[in-house]
C-alpha cells in the first residue's frame, strides 16, 4: 500500500512539472499523468487486477469518444467566438449542435456504464464519477500550490 502511495506522489510532482511547462504536455509527461490516473483510479475503485485489465479498456475507449464530443462543442464555441458580426440563427445552429454534442456524450457514458456494469460490480462503477472528480480536484490543488509564490 505504502509502495502505491509513493508512486503516486512521484507521478504528481512529475505531472505538476509538467503542467508548469507552457504549451501541451509532451508524449512522456502524458505517459506520467495516464499512469497517475490508472493508479489513483484503481485504488479508489479498489480494482482487483483481473478488474483493472476488464476496466480500463472501457474507461479508455469511452473517455476518447467524450474527448471527441468535447472537441466538437469547443469547436463550435470557437466558430461564434471568432466569427465577424454572428447573425441569430448562427447562434441557434451552433447551440443546437453544442446540445446535441452533450446529449452525445451521455448517450456515450450510458453505453459504456452499461457495459461496465456487465463486467464488474455496481459499487465500483457507482464510485467511478466519484473518483473523477476527486482526481481532478486533487491535481488542480497540487497545481495551484506549486504556482503559488514562495514566501
Known sequence: MKKILWTICLLWVAVAAGYAQPG???DEKRKEFDAQKVAF??????LSPEEA???WPLYNEMQKKVREREGAIKQEFHKIRDAEHPK??????SLNKILDAE????????EYYRKMLDQLPAAKIWKL????RK????LFDKLRRESMPRK
Open 24 to 26: 501541451k504536455l509532451s
Open 41 to 46: 483510479f484503481t485504488q479508489e475503485l479498489e
Open 53 to 55: 485489465a476488464v476496466f
Open 88 to 93: 441569430n440563427e448562427d447562434y441557434v445552429t
Open 103 to 110: 446529449q452525445q456524450k451521455c448517450d456515450i457514458k450510458k
Open 129 to 132: 464519477g466519484d473518483a473523477e
Open 135 to 138: 482526481f481532478h480536484r486533487e
